[in-house]
């Protein structure tokens, strides 16, 4: 099993940056495929980016390519979302998840992939 909860959302400007986090525990993470999915009121959830379990391979959805990054610290167990240049359309709860699989080739974007969700944080960028 692994554990994840994230934090660091909140109420911010358009054009401002924002890093989520998110600590993991239990079955060991670095072994494991990890992404960042978000939730809008009336949307479905989309993954926003993903990256390998050696952090060597990104991905992520055209919308904020160029603004967001993501990176991890396999030493202690946490994933971050580094988001610049927000915009209104990038209010969501924003989740983290981890691949079912160990060390599997290929960044998968579906939930169905993902095992283990944390609880959410919401974001909010006010215009």
């Known amino acids: 099993q692994v554990q994840l909860v994230e934090s660091g959302g909140g109420l911010v400007q358009a054009g401002d940056s924002l890093r989520l986090s998110c600590a993991a525990s239990?079955?060991?993470?670095?072994?494991?495929?990890a992404g960042w999915f978000r939730q809008a009121p009336g949307k479905d959830r989309e993954c926003v980016a993903a990256?390998?379990?050696?952090?060597?391979?990104?991905l992520f959805t055209d919308s904020v390519k160029g603004r967001f990054a993501i990176s991890r610290d396999n030493a202690k167990n946490t994933m971050y979302l580094h988001m610049n240049s927000l915009k209104h359309e990038d209010t969501a709860v924003y989740y983290c998840?981890?691949?079912?699989?160990?060390?599997?080739?290929?960044?998968?974007?579906?939930?169905?992939?993902?095992?283990?969700w944390g609880q959410g944080t919401q974001v909010t960028v006010s215009t």
């Open positions: 998840a981890a691949d079912n699989s160990a060390f599997r080739d290929v960044l998968m974007t579906t939930e169905l992939h993902y095992g283990y």
């Open positions: 239990g079955r060991t993470f670095s072994s494991i495929n």
């Open positions: 990256i390998s379990w050696n952090g060597c391979s990104t």
